[in-house]
């Protein structure tokens, strides 16, 4: 099967293979690949827009931070533990007088390791796939 769409292949397939660009760039299951990913849970966040954008070397000192990416005006932080990570992530956001405008946690899916290993979205008509 090939598909653009990860939910899907996260949901139908054992084994998939993530293609870029024509190389396979990762292949496994999607449990071993979310689990590769380095945390099982996912902290969308927005900030208010006064001031620079948060340094991401002060959010992956938090603790329970794996990785962080930064979408446009987004943080995406991946952890293993986020009761840990969510404080912790409070507290550094008030010491940086930031202001929370958006805030959301979730599980880990196959998009973020796409989008781990390729820094990019999949849109429609690219040619990669899994």
Known sequence: MTTHYMDEAERLCDRVAIVDHGKVIAEGSPRELIVDLGGE?????????????????????????????????????????????LPALLNRLQEQKRELVNLTTRHASLEDVFVSLTGRHLREGETSAA
């Open 41 to 85: 849970h996912v902290i969308e966040f927005a900030v208010n827009g006064s001031g620079s954008a948060i340094d991401p070397n002060l959010l992956a000192g938090l603790p329970a931070v794996r990785s962080v990416r930064t979408e446009g005006d987004h943080y995406c932080l991946s952890v293993v533990e986020p009761h840990l990570a």
